[in-house]
């Protein structure tokens, strides 16, 4: 059975709506010139990634990177590792190229396309090390609680990316969001949770703190990260 088969309504709802401003003249640069060295086009053929990262190394894919400041300090402070990163939003994707030129980075590769197709139809099985969610959309109205991505069907076929013992980090700053998140992790199947108690984990030093993040500390709000690793 394939995934799509499996999990129909990944063709027909999705967890991100498109809003976004004017780019600023850097990020449309980053977009012109700097994406066809950075940039994977998406298509439904799987990535060969040794070929696309020129070497073979641990591969993390992180999911919604927002502007890209969190990923590329990551990297910056990971060469050993390679990090996918995935935005459906133009300005962050060209934000990030920046990013990527003026750091001199080499372990990061961009796509900009909606994740669960590009997970679907490019990534190969078992070739993921770790897969990184961080603040995603928590869609906060109960009649758009399905169009969360962590769902059981999307859970399923990320496992089956993920390499044994590879890591799904997740991180939220909405409670009822991150009660959503463990409850499906919990039912999934092949997965342990991290925690000792069972539940959530302190934000690792692997996840860079914020700027948004800290300005919610100092207002007394609460971010919660799970860590599952398939087994």
């Known amino acids: 059975m394939t995934d799509s088969e499996k999990a129909p309504f990944l063709r027909k709802i999705r967890s991100f709506v498109r809003r976004e401003g004017r780019l600023t003249r850097g990020q449309q640069?980053?977009?012109?010139?700097?994406?066809?060295?950075?940039?994977?086009?998406?298509?439904?053929?799987?990535?060969?990634?040794?070929?696309?990262?020129?070497?073979?190394a641990p591969r993390v894919l992180e999911i919604g990177f927002g502007n890209g400041a969190s990923l590329a300090q990551t990297a910056a402070a990971h060469p050993e590792l390679d990090f996918l990163g995935i935005e459906v939003h133009r300005p962050g994707v060209g934000n990030l190229l920046q990013v990527i030129e003026r750091e001199e980075l080499t372990n990061i590769r961009v796509m900009q396309e909606d994740a669960v197709e590009i997970l679907k139809q490019q990534i190969p099985l078992a070739s993921l090390d770790k897969v990184q969610l961080f603040f995603p959309d928590p869609w906060h109205k109960k009649k758009h609680h399905k169009r969360r991505i962590v769902q059981a069907d999307f859970v399923s076929m990320l496992r089956d990316r993920l390499k044994p013992d590879g890591i799904f980090h997740m991180a939220t700053d909405w409670q009822q969001y991150a009660e959503h998140m463990l409850e499906v992790m919990n039912?999934?199947?092949?997965?342990?949770?991290?925690?000792?108690?069972?539940?959530y984990v302190p934000r690792p030093e692997s996840r860079p703190l914020t700027k948004f993040e800290q300005r919610g500390h100092r207002l007394g709000h609460g971010v919660w990260d799970l860590i599952f690793k398939k087994v």
Do not use: C, K
């Open 29 to 56: 640069r980053g977009l012109e010139v700097l994406w066809p060295q950075y940039g994977i086009e998406h298509n439904t053929e799987l990535l060969d990634l040794d070929a696309v990262f020129g070497r073979t």
């Open 187 to 199: 039912a999934a199947e092949g997965f342990v949770n991290t925690s000792p108690t069972n539940d």
